[in-house]
Nanobody, 124 residues
Framework: VQLQASGGGSVQAGGSLRLSCLAS????????VAWFRQGAGKEREFVAS??????????ADALSPKGRFAISRDNERSTAFLQMNSLKLEDTAVYFC????????????????WGQGTQVTVSS
């Protein structure tokens, strides 16, 4: 499967963005999907994941307060989303979507397929 992430951009603190991850090349509902991010000079970190049906989601503790981010998917459109609200300066990073056959994991080493990344910049 090929993944294409989009939707990044520049936003002021407190604003919102919605990232999209469009899949092609295989049936999307075979895959667990996750979003990761990598800030400048930092290691890539887990953000959120969603299982094949959308019925199970996980979020990184670092996203506190809870509920700022929401992961979802539309298997008919072969697309996963990351809705990001109340953005903070520390959310600035390149965001990557990733997919793996089977249930999603928080460890990036489990993922075989990656999108190219989309830059999110939050300013004061």
């Amino acid at each position: 499967v090929q993944l294409q992430a989009s939707g990044g951009g520049s936003v002021q603190a407190g604003g919102s963005l919605r990232l999209s991850c469009l899949a092609s090349g295989d049936r999307f509902n075979k895959y667990g999907v996750a979003w990761f991010r990598q800030g400048a000079g930092k290691e890539r970190e887990f953000v959120a994941s969603i299982n094949w049906s959308g019925g199970s989601t996980q979020y990184a503790d670092a996203l506190s307060p809870k509920g700022r981010f929401a992961i979802s998917r539309d298997n008919e459109r072969s697309t996963a989303f990351l809705q990001m609200n109340s953005l903070k300066l520390e959310d600035t990073a390149v965001y990557f979507c990733a997919a793996r056959r089977g249930p999603p994991e928080e460890d990036e080493s489990f993922y075989d397929y990656w999108g190219q990344g989309t830059q999110v910049t939050v300013s004061s």
